[in-house]
């Protein structure tokens, strides 16, 4: 579905490369968690895919296509912070990919309302961003991300700045969501267990540069269930990727 070959990266401004002949794949509907320590680059990988930063070398593939052949809408991108404009409704900003896709906005409203009731969000579609809770914003978020109509989806630390409850409820809310979706989810966390609990591999970046990732495959079912990640050997990948962030911290 997707694929990184040889990928090196450097922004211009800095010296060292922090991406260095970097290849991995995903497969379709898998659900791929990244996770590494701040300021390795994690974010920087989507901003490749998404064509908001060139690589300095390598290609990156989407279905066998190169991106750079693509145009714009191939992704859905759900950057670190919401990102929600102010001045729109709910409704009005879950519409916008469609709308900049440059459809009838009429019908991009009503494509997005659909959503919304969906999602459990319909009552609060002419509200706006900041008369939402913390989690609702991020559920709008994700209905907009959706709404791209691609089928890769990539969320960089959507839950990062919810409570730990509701961190819970969103992540469960999420695979729910995946499972009925066929969407194939990049997401890049710092917390291992929701890493443990939602993927079906685990990506772990080796340092910096970024070389490889290190492949943690998560031979669990779903739907899952908390106490399936409180067995002794998902404990013993917890605690090594414990490990192995720390090592790779700078500070
Ligand atoms: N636009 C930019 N221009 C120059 N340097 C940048 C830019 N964006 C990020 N960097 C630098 O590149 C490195 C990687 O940044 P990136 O945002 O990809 O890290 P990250 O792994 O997502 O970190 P975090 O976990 O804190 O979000 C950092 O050292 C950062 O300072
Ligand atoms: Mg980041």
């Known amino acids: 579905m997707l694929e990184f070959k040889n990928i090196s990266f450097k922004y211009d401004e800095d010296p060292d490369f922090i991406i260095k002949n970097l290849s991995f794949k995903v497969n379709k509907g898998e659900f791929i968690s990244i996770v590494g320590p701040s300021g390795c680059g994690k974010s920087t990988i989507f901003r490749l895919i998404c064509k908001l930063e060139k690589p300095f070398e390598g290609d990156i593939f989407l279905e066998g296509r190169?991106?750079?052949?693509?145009k714009g809408g191939y992704i859905g991108y759900m950057p670190q912070n919401d990102l929600l404009i102010p001045w729109r409704t709910i409704l009005q900003n879950s519409s916008l990919p469609l709308e900049i896709k440059g459809g009838d906005i009429k019908k991009a409203r009503h494509e997005a309302e659909k959503m919304?009731?969906?999602?459990?969000?319909?009552?609060?579609?002419?509200?706006?961003?900041?008369?939402?809770?913390?989690?609702?914003?991020?559920?709008?978020?994700?209905?907009?991300?959706l709404l791209t109509g691609s089928k890769v989806l990539l969320l960089d630390e959507p839950f990062s700045a919810l409570d730990a409850?509701?961190?819970?409820?969103?992540?469960?809310?999420?695979?729910?969501?995946?499972?009925?979706?066929n969407k194939t989810i990049l997401f890049i966390t710092h917390d291992v267990e929701e890493?443990?609990?939602?993927?079906?591999?685990?990506?772990?970046?080796?340092?910096?540069?970024?070389?490889?990732?290190?492949?943690?495959?998560?031979?669990?079912?779903?739907?899952?269930?908390?106490?399936?990640?409180?067995?002794?050997?998902?404990?013993?990948?917890?605690s090594k990727l414990i490990e192995e962030l720390k090592k790779g911290a700078k500070f």
Do not use: C, H
């Open 165 to 181: 409850i509701t961190r819970l409820s969103m992540q469960e809310w999420l695979l729910d969501k995946w499972s009925k979706l």
């Open 66 to 70: 190169n991106i750079n052949t693509l």
């Open 195 to 238: 890493a443990l609990f939602l993927s079906t591999r685990i990506f772990v970046t080796d340092g910096s540069p970024i070389r490889k990732f290190k492949e943690i495959k998560m031979n669990l079912g779903y739907p899952r269930k908390r106490d399936m990640i409180d067995t002794p050997d998902i404990l013993k990948v917890k």
């Open 116 to 145: 919304l009731q969906d999602f459990g969000l319909e009552k609060y579609k002419d509200k706006f961003p900041k008369d939402l809770s913390g989690g609702m914003r991020q559920r709008v978020s994700f209905t907009r991300t």
